[in-house]
């Protein structure tokens, strides 16, 4: 072992050996920096035992020297200069050996120092494995920044004006607090609302299931997390935040958040009542089943990628959010609770969350349906009507029964309650622009969704070291009923004449319910220090019922008529024995892991309706490869494969024709088999503390075999029937580079990064397979510079490029640019004044088929004066849509459809605000730093 120290006074005696001495050592000393012989180098030689002096010598003019005559033992060797760092090494001699030192390089006192200077500056970036972890303190922001002001400072890491996350290329789903969930699945709850000063560290990496971080093997189970660690300091005392702002037109905003902490335990409540569709309208329902099915890629300018899994049963298409179209007025409050007790042995953690949501609007869709010997216009407007009211309760209990094992409890259920009425018109057009269909749709629904959520995990370490078994069971519950109303009046054309007619009218009622119940045994057995097997064995138990019935009137106009065409009850059971065998190597900088799962699936499908069951029988396979190697503290490489099956839904399989747009038809298709998935997947990163330069790059391909796949058959009425089916040849890719630098002459920081999307999507049209090849190009940056209590500004702009084409129709391509610009500013003004203001700039290149100009300048700003101690209190007067210009706009691209959306929304109104900031240091804890 090799050690630099600045001073060593070792404290020995001269002691003279007698008996024969054999072993001897050699080498040369030279400066670290210069590469040149350091003449008259004290070498010296120490028994490590109790430093007693073995030998000394000098180093001659070449820096050369040579111990002689030496005992066999254990020894330090130690060389000195002035100026110099002392140099010592343990060594052990044998006898009749000649130790050959080769090159010793010696470092000056004033470059250690620097040294040691650098490594603080490099501490306030780690790579920790998965886990980058960022020191709040090295990034400087201004006084009651929150944490959201924090995150947009750190390398790698963007906030988009809804607040949305994204964090080395990829959307972060959870934000925790100490590792532990604080108000489950609202991220901007925490980045609003809590001080960036209370934050220690920033740890950003990908949150694996319970069970695959103990045993590591890799489920597939990943959400991008940002955990914020508290200080010490700040984890006594009770802060928070109260806003009132009311404002023209009607709009208000009222918001709390109190939070009392004191040491382990956390409390928390908040509540918001708000029509300004900038708060507390983030819920996402939970991923249940933890999969990404990568296959019928869509893309949306607003949202990037995303994928459908198609088939969809539900009397109406709202998700229970707001997603940014109409005039949402949102009631939200909740609760949390978690501690930790009896020396950390019981942990627990709860969140209530109640919300009530009404959304009003409106939207404009243009499309085009590209068809092999054809295509058709269609054009449509809705106004809807929607409100839900929901209620969430989640939470954990840890117990760590001894040293050597664990059992850990994680319930989380809701009940929603939503109603909604759509009132729609549409029509389809010719190539030729002549009339082909038009028509009226109105629906109406009532439903209630419960769902009841649970994990059990046993984890044991066993008596010899890396040896484990752990058993975890999960279950998921869905019972999702609704009622409802469709009446369509659909006109027909035959070359521009009016043909027929066709009048729905129907009662409509729906009950789906899930229950899936997940079992996993692993157990892992070490090889030796840096390797293990690891075996599992698992039942999974996949049963789901969907009874839909449509009523017609009858001749008193109630509707009691059953129409067996829209009817169906219907039953899809999945049993799966599942096992698999892998391996781990672990070792300081590399990770390997790899191996593979084998399920035997069998399908139990009963068709009620018809009396019938089918039975079939599937062998699936779910192999999994990582490895990961770490260069450094701040550069790390990762390369992950992995494959897995995806099963149809039930509402796939159901073999029921779903009416409630009779324009579009859906059909159950029971012969679906399974897809198999094969992702491959890279991540890097790499920071360089002195430059303050970062580089994060990552990319995914995924292809599928047998993929759930849409076919459709449109009719010269432009009438269309959808049903899923097995298709080869789907693909995706996905990439992302950033990079990012600090011009430190004027203190200004530059992001650059780029992305390239592609899919390729096969689909049947007209009994044609058709083969859609989609591209995306991305290319972004900003500029930040800040100077604390004067100035903060920042630029930022993207140009994405839009590239598809159908191969039923390779002389149609959807080509366009469109570009995004964010410049803002804040001033920070004498006597406590600030002017902040934002711009959002979109422009957006017109298409054959996209022709309207959709240009929007949005403009937001406010003025205010901060007041009390710490400038606690802010009283504000702010402007949104300052140029009423906020349309909303989306264009997407799927399959064979190429689709403009045009959309109420919030646009200008002016409101006078106050917010106070308070908090109340607690007692100070032993041990803790205020």
Partial sequence: MRKFTASLLPLFFIFNFSFAQSASINGKILDTAEKKSLPNSSVILLRSADSVLVKFTRTDKEGNFALKNLPAGNFILLVTLPKYADYTELLTLQDSTEKKMGNINMILKAQLLKEVIVRQQISSIKIKGDTTEFTADSFKVQPNATVEDLLKKLPGIQIDKNGKITAQGETVQKVLVDGEEFFGDDPTLVTKNLRADMIDKVQVYDKKSDQAAFTGIDDGQKEKTINLKLKDGKKNGYFGKAQAGVGTDGYHDSQLMFNDFKNKRKFALYGIVSNTGTSGLNWQDRNNYGESFLSNAEYDENNGYFFITGGNDELDSWDG?????????????????????????????????????????????????????????????????????????????????????????????????????????????????????????????????????????????????????????????????????????????????????????????????????????????????????????????????????????????????????????????????????????????????????????????????????????????????????????????????????????????????????????????????????????????????????????????????????????????????????????????????????????????????????????????????????????????????????????????????????????????????????????????????????EWNISLRQKTPVFTSNNNVVIWNAWAGKKFLKNDALLIKVSGNDLLDQNTGFNRSVSSNFISQNTYSTIRRYFMLSVSWNFTKAGTKMPGQDQ
């Fill in 321 to 837: 959010r707001y997603n940014g179209q109409g005039y949402p007025l949102v009631q939200t409050g909740g609760l949390h609770y978690n501690n930790k007790w009896g020396d950390d042995k019981n942990n627990i953690n709860g969140n209530y969350k109640f919300m009530q949501l009404n959304v009003t609007g409106g939207s404009n869709t243009n499309s085009q349906n590209i068809l092999p010997d054809t295509f058709y216009y269609n054009n449509s407007r809705q106004n809807f009507t929607n409100q839900i009211q929901r209620n969430r309760l989640n939470g954990s209990y840890e117990y760590q029964i001894d040293s050597s094992s664990s059992i850990k409890l994680n319930l989380d259920g809701g009940i929603d309650h939503k109603t909604t009425n759509t009132i729609s018109y549409s029509e389809a057009l010719a190539s030729d622009s002549v009339r082909v269909n038009d028509g009226n749709i109105n629906n109406s629904t009532v439903g209630d969704k419960k769902t009841l959520n649970s994990n059990l995990l046993w984890k044991k370490k066993l008596q010899k070291k890396g040896r484990t078994i752990s058993i975890n069971i999960r279950e998921n519950y869905i019972d999702n009923a609704s009622t409802g109303y469709l009446y369509s009046n659909n006109s027909f054309y035959s070359k521009g004449l009016f043909s027929q007619t066709q009048l729905t009218d129907q009662y409509k009622t729906n009950n789906n319910t899930n229950t899936l119940i997940d079992t996993k045994l692993t157990y892992t057995e070490p090889l030796n220090k840096i390797s293990s097997l690891i075996a599992n064995y698992g039942i999974v138990v996949n049963n789901s019922n969907s009874a839909i019935n449509s009523f017609n009137k009858d001749n008193a106009g109630k509707y009691t008529l059953l129409d067996n065409i829209y009817s169906n009850d219907y039953g899809f059971n999945i049993l799966t024995h599942r096992t698999g065998l892998s391996y781990s190597l672990f070792q300081k900088k590399l990770k390997l892991n790899f191996g593979s799962n084998v399920g035997f699936t069998n399908f139990v499908q009963k068709n009620e309706k018809t009396d019938s069951t089918a039975t079939r029988n599937f062998v699936n396979w779910y192999p999994q490869a990582s490895i990961r190697y770490q260069f450094s503290q701040t550069r790390n490489l990762s390369l992950r494969y992995n494959g897995y099956t995806q099963q149809p839904t039930i509402q796939q399989i159901q073999p029921l024709q779903v009416n409630t747009d009779p324009l579009n038809i859906e059909i159950g298709n029971p012969n679906l088999k399974p897809a198999f998935n094969n992702n491959f997947s890279m991540y890097f990163s790499d920071w360089k503390m002195l430059r303050e330069r970062s580089i994060w790059i990552n990319a995914s391909y995924n292809f599928t075999q047998n993929n759930i796949s849409p076919s459709s058959v449109v009719d010269s009425f432009g009438k269309r029937v959808n049903q899923f089916v097995n298709l080869n040849g789907n693909q995706s890719f996905y990439s992302y580079a950033g990079y990012g630098f600090k011009i430190k002459k004027i203190d200004t920081r530059l992001n650059f990064n780029g992305s390239y999307n592609a899919f390729r999507n096969q689909s049947i049209v007209n009994n044609i397979q058709n083969s859609t090849n989609s591209n995306n190009y991305t290319f972004g940056m900003d500029i930040g510079k800040s100077k604390e209590k004067k100035y903060e500004v920042n630029l930022s702009g993207s140009a994405t490029y839009t590239d598809s084409r159908s191969s039923i129709q390779q002389s149609i391509k959807t080509q366009y640019w469109t570009y995004s610009f964010g410049p803002n500013f804040d001033i920070y003004f004498p006597l406590k004044f600030q002017l902040h203001s």
